[in-house]
T-cell receptor, first 114, second 117 residues
Framework: AQKITQTQPGMFVQEKEAVTLDCTYD???????LFWYKQPSSGEMIFLIY??????QNATEGRYSLNFQKARKSANLVISASQLGDSAMYFC???????????FGPGTRLSVLP | GAVVSQHPSRVICKSGTSVKIECRSL??????MFWYRQFPKQSLMLMAT?????????EQGVEKDKFLINHASLTLSTLTVTSAHPEDSSFYIC?????????????FGPGTRLTVL
């Protein structure tokens, strides 16, 4: 069975600082994808970044980067230069790259302090 | 990114009535859509997978007769909560799958907040 763990229920970060949100996963599939989503208070899920299990390099998208450590089964999200608008819930998800079964972690609430 | 709309965004109804929620992919065709339920301060819980032209696949513990799903076209899936009760009050989110270059992209609707009185 697939499982996603996010051990940080809540995180605080000072504006303009970098923050790392933890995500560990468990799967027996050799091919899988890891997704990060942001959910602001409005409720909409916003896609941030994707990492494939066979990708040689860590994914980056603007201020978002993924610290992918395959042997440790971790895919931590790094947000650089935090902004007040980054305050939201962040969910890590696991699923087959071409499949349809996504499993979401419990989420981490990030609060950016001015 | 692609756009998925969801309507209504908020609905309040009396106990015993049925409520229909629409999910539309506006700029791409989606053979697969998902319906999720989210309780306050919790993660998304997959309710069912909606496939165009076939019956929906429900997750364990989700009542098929309670939550009716119809995927009538490649751009529209509907979720009908039948005979709604207060315990059905929740945030319902749909998503649509689009095949990307190296992985399937999942685009979410803005969600529907259902309150059953």
């Amino acid at each position: 069975a697939q499982k996603i763990t996010q051990t940080q229920p809540g995180m605080f970060v000072q504006e303009k600082e970098a923050v790392t949100l933890d995500c560990t996963y468990d799967t027996s599939d050799p091919s899988y994808g890891l997704f990060w989503y942001k959910q602001p208070s409005s409720g909409e899920m916003i896609f941030l970044i994707y990492q494939g299990s066979y990708d040689q390099q860590n994914a980056t998208e603007g201020r978002y980067s993924l610290n992918f450590q395959k042997a440790r089964k971790s895919a931590n999200l790094v947000i650089s230069a935090s902004q007040l608008g980054d305050s939201a819930m962040y969910f890590c998800a696991l699923g087959p790259p071409r499949g349809q079964n996504f499993v979401f972690g419990p989420g981490t609430r990030l609060s950016v302090l001015p | 990114g692609a756009v998925v709309s969801q309507h209504p965004s908020r609905v309040i109804c009396k106990s015993g009535t049925s409520v229909k929620i629409e999910c539309r992919s506006l700029d791409f065709q989606a053979t697969t859509m998902f319906w999720y339920r989210q309780f306050p301060k919790q993660s998304l819980m997959l309710m069912a997978t909606s496939n165009e032209g076939s019956k929906a696949t429900y997750e364990q513990g989700v009542e098929k007769d309670k939550f009716l799903i119809n995927h009538a076209s490649l751009t529209l899936s509907t979720l009908t909560v039948t005979s709604a009760h207060p315990e059905d009050s929740s945030f319902y989110i749909c998503s649509a799958i689009r095949q990307g270059v190296s992985y399937n992209e999942q685009f979410f609707g803005p969600g529907t907040r259902l309150t059953v009185l």
